[in-house]
């Protein structure tokens, strides 16, 4: 059963970091391409960064490039995406997604807030 599992989000200040993981299971993880997503309160979902199955070509969407990174272990079973600089315009449940088997995690929720 593939199983994809967000953690690491919670509440910080603006200008503070956190590390999300996202944990995959019951898939060969190394041969698809990841992507984290996030979504605010009464907005749609969007793509915020994209890994391929090397892990050496990425994506970002313009409003967190150079201050997120996603990036993918040695084994190619957890994706992460350290968000530094952070801004109460990041608050969103972010999720992990492998969109060629259309699967996503449950989500874990940023909060940016002074």
């Known amino acids: 059963q593939v199983q994809l599992v967000e953690s690491g989000g919670g509440l910080v200040q603006p200008g503070e970091s956190l590390r999300l993981s996202c944990v995959t299971s019951?898939?060969?993880?190394?041969?698809?391409?990841m992507h984290w997503y996030r979504q605010s309160p009464g907005k749609e979902r969007d793509l915020v960064a994209s890994?391929?199955?090397?892990?050496?070509?990425?994506n970002y969407a313009d409003s967190v490039k150079g201050r997120f990174t996603i990036s993918r272990d040695d084994a190619k079973t957890t994706v992460y995406l350290q968000m530094n600089s952070l801004k109460p315009e990041d608050t969103a449940i972010y999720y992990c997604?492998?969109?060629?088997?259309?699967?996503w995690g449950q989500g874990t929720r940023v909060t940016v807030s002074s």
């Open positions: 890994i391929d199955s090397t892990g050496l070509v990425t």
């Open positions: 997604s492998c969109p060629a088997l259309d699967s």
């Open positions: 019951g898939f060969a993880a190394f041969w698809y391409d």
